[in-house]
């Protein structure tokens, strides 16, 4: 018996390779599928089924294409309703793959279709959990994800509790639980970052697992969740009807275009242009109107999070050699209408004589010394309307990191616009004077300064290093 877990970290999330007897299981697989047909291939096995634990919302599996490529069955389990050809297993229903077997446990809460598969071993010994987004390690599912007119959150925690207790944690203690996802997942808000564990160790240290009553449960999972990413029920909408095959994607999205066809693209269509580089290299020069999110951060989260439309037509600007990782990473999550990238990148754009556009960024240590001529009157940065008296001046900060960052330490004049937040907060910005903008370490801040510049605000001023640097810098806070 082989289990492999196949851990993508821009998703925080867990696939699995199981295999016994030349016999293969896929669960939760992701949408790019020739990886598991080839590790198969390579073992002289046959993918036999493929399992699903619920309409994941965060990534788009590749479920049907490897159904479609493998011909084994999709498997739910109760109270799925997917508008592609499935089996939807019963509760307790087994599977036979090789000389092991997969129960079905349905375990509603996270989502009421929600299920793990609890692996048997050669000898008929519970062995592994696959728990999806019901068990995570630390953590359990979010409720709020699957709530419609008739099932309030509240309903869906109580279904998840009941599902914990009667269903995963009277399993033997040396059953080893793997998640679908770990830490830096919006799908819960405690993960850690290990990836499996025993559940006997989860029963001693996860806060949802400890003795508690069941209003008690719905009072600490509920607690301090904050807004799911915008694009996670478009997600659960894909997984549901299926979606095109990523080749496609990837071969449209490929498409390389010199800076002249390029522009014209921009002008002919409302393309939005990703800057996916780093951040001091877009902040030192970028196309006009064209937004920064890094490949290198929580990329297709923030993409999701900040780009409402899935459909939006999308053209890239990327460190050369890494496109591909660019339209595979969008892939992902659903953003397919990507119509290539730009030839070469900011270098030739520029040899093409092509206006650039830059983000005034300043260090800790100079946003440090404009702080304290501003508060000791020596500049003055505009008064604001909940100034105390007439020779009071204020300085305009924004702090874009999350309310709970913020709330644990900042700066005395920060306001807090959470980077998820700015399109409904973008009123907050002054028009006139300096936005002294920062996050936690320079990456959000960046992506802020860019929409902000987009919109016609160019009095921003990205503070490099964020709030670790500015702290460093021994300022009053």
Not at 189 to 217: I, R, W
Not at 349 to 373: C, L, P
Not at 385 to 396: A, L
Request: hydrophobic share 35%; with cysteine.
């Amino acid at each position: 018996m082989k289990i492999e877990q196949i851990y993508t970290g821009c998703l925080a999330q867990g696939a699995y390779y199981i295999e016994s007897e030349g016999e293969v299981a896929i669960i939760d697989p992701l949408r790019e599928v020739s990886s598991y047909i080839e590790k198969a291939k390579r073992n002289n096995a046959t993918i036999k089924y493929i399992f699903e634990t619920h309409f994941h919302a965060d990534f788009v599996s590749g479920h049907v294409e490897l159904s479609q490529k493998t011909n084994a069955p999709i498997i739910y389990g109760p109270k799925a309703n997917p508008t592609f050809e499935a089996l939807l297993a019963s509760d307790n229903q087994v599977f036979k793959l090789g000389n092991i077997t997969l129960k079905v446990l349905h375990t509603p809460g996270h989502t009421m279709e929600s299920s793990c598969y609890l692996l048997f071993d050669e000898d008929g010994k519970e062995k592994a959990l696959f728990s999806g987004d019901t068990l995570f390690i630390g953590d359990v599912g979010r409720p709020d994800l699957a709530q419609n007119g008739s099932l309030t959150m509240d309903d869906l925690a109580g279904h998840l509790y009941d599902s914990l207790h009667q269903k995963i944690m009277p399993l033997a203690d040396d059953v080893i639980v793997y998640p679908a996802h770990g830490a830096g997942s919006a799908c819960g808000k405690n993960m850690s970052k290990e990836t499996s564990d025993t559940l006997g160790h989860q029963k001693a240290v996860n806060y949802a697992l400890q003795p508690q009553t069941k209003e008690q449960f719905i009072e600490a999972v509920t607690d301090g969740l904050t807004p799911p990413p915008f694009y996670f029920p478009k997600n659960v909408l894909l997984n549901k009807t299926g979606i095109q095959a990523v080749t496609k994607v990837m071969e449209r999205g490929l498409t390389a275009h010199e800076p002249a066809a390029f522009e014209e693209l921009v002008n002919a269509t409302d393309a939005l242009i990703i800057d996916t580089r780093k951040p001091d290299a877009f902040g030192k020069g970028f196309i006009p109107r064209s937004i920064f999110i890094g490949i290198d951060g929580d990329f297709a989260p923030w993409v999701g999070t900040l780009v409402r439309d899935i459909q939006q037509e999308i053209l890239i600007v990327a460190d050369e050699g890494r496109e591909e990782e660019v339209v595979k990473r969008l892939a992902r999550v659903g953003y397919d209408n990507v119509l290539g990238y730009l030839k070469g990148g900011l270098e030739a754009w520029k040899m093409a004589g092509k206006e650039v556009d830059d983000i005034n960024s300043i260090t800790a240590n100079e946003f440090a010394d404009i702080y304290q001529r501003v508060v000791s009157g020596d500049i003055d940065h505009g008064k604001s309307e909940h100034q105390t008296s007439k020779n009071e001046k204020r300085i305009k900060i924004k702090d874009v990191r999350k309310t709970t960052e913020f709330e644990a330490g900042h700066i005395k004049e920060a306001e807090n616009i959470p980077l998820a937040q700015i399109s409904e907060l973008m009123t907050e910005f002054d028009k006139e004077e300096p936005n002294y903008v920062h996050c936690a370490g320079g990456y959000r801040s960046m992506v802020a300064a860019s929409i902000l510049k987009s919109r016609g605000y160019h009095n921003v001023v990205n503070i490099e290093g964020g709030f670790g640097a500015i702290v460093g810098t021994g300022i009053l806070l």
